[in-house]
């Protein structure tokens, strides 16, 4: 694991961007702390429909080139500010 990275990647997401040869590519391409944006994401659900939502929208979101996840406030583990999102 990479060092920075300080979320466990959920096994649902590395098989959703397993199933895509481009997605897996993309995601490679990605600096540790984008990836931790993306894991945290999808950690910090509450309910599984929100989860599965979530990692679809991160797999389009890295198909189409984007590198860090849309609407999200930032990982509130390594972003002070964002933990108000988190209360």
Do not use: V, Y
């Not at 990275?5 to 540790?32: Q, V, Y």
């Not at 894991?39 to 080139?65: A, F, H, P, V, Y």
């Amino acid at each position: 694991m990479e060092k920075e990275i300080i979320h466990k990647m959920p096994e649902d997401f590395k098989e959703a961007i397993n199933s895509n040869s481009k997605i897996k590519e993309r995601w490679k391409g990605l600096t540790s702390i984008a990836k931790n944006e993306f894991i945290c994401q999808i950690l910090s659900t509450k309910k599984s429909e929100t989860r599965e939502k979530r990692i679809k929208r991160s797999c389009e979101d890295l198909m189409n080139g984007k590198r860090r996840p849309c609407c999200w406030p930032g990982c509130p583990h390594r972003n002070p500010n964002a933990k108000k999102w988190f209360k």
